[in-house]
């Protein structure tokens, strides 16, 4: 049984082409998955490519894996069974409650304003006014980190409820079908 945990060609798992040819399926690394589950979670390319690993380029990195079917099939399978907009408000509220300013704050020490590309490239998501007044200061404002984290406990404490409603509900039902039951003999 000497090389049965081999991951070579012949141990792939095989699809089909139209032609009837067996094709050897690519499966996905480690990064990839970890990329997949992040951008379920939330779809933000960029983000969900740092924190998967790709760190040099991770807008580049992100686009290049969103533009493969293997990858945008992944995450659909990851995100089919959830809520969709519930999961992206509450990815948003954490996204608010914990995300880093660290850029916001580079832009008050900088002496020249960022360029285009620079911005873009910048998470400025939790900043919700940037304005510079006559006397050339900058001056940020940042949502509410505790509103964001209240909501996000509601949310949690919303989803807890909606789960266990249907166990109480089954449990209810049995006990009437107990009470029937004893009312019959």
């Not at 379920?40 to 807008?59: C, E, N, S």
């Not at 984290?149 to 509900?169: K, N």
């Amino acid at each position: 049984m000497r090389g049965a945990f081999r991951n070579g060609p012949k141990n792939r798992p095989q699809e089909t082409s139209k032609e009837g040819e067996k094709i050897a399926k690519k499966s996905l690394s480690k990064r990839e998955k970890l990329f997949c589950l992040n951008y379920a979670v939330q779809p933000d390319g960029r983000d969900a490519a740092i924190k998967a690993g790709y760190a040099l380029t991770p807008a580049a990195s992100a686009a290049k894996l969103l533009s493969r079917k293997d990858i945008r099939d992944e995450i659909a399978s990851l995100t089919q069974a959830q809520n969709p907009c519930r999961n992206e408000a509450a990815a948003g509220y954490r996204k608010l409650a914990f995300g880093s300013i660290a850029d916001a704050v580079s832009l008050i020490y900088r002496e020249n304003p960022p360029t285009e590309s620079e911005l873009a490239e910048m998470e400025l998501f939790n900043v919700s006014e940037i304005k510079r007044p006559k006397d050339g200061c900058i001056e940020i404002k940042f949502f509410d980190r505790l509103k964001a984290l209240e909501r996000l406990a509601e949310m949690t404490a919303d989803e807890a409820a909606d789960t266990a409603l249907p166990f109480y509900r089954a449990l209810e039902s049995s006990a009437n079908a107990i009470r029937k039951s004893d009312a019959n003999e």
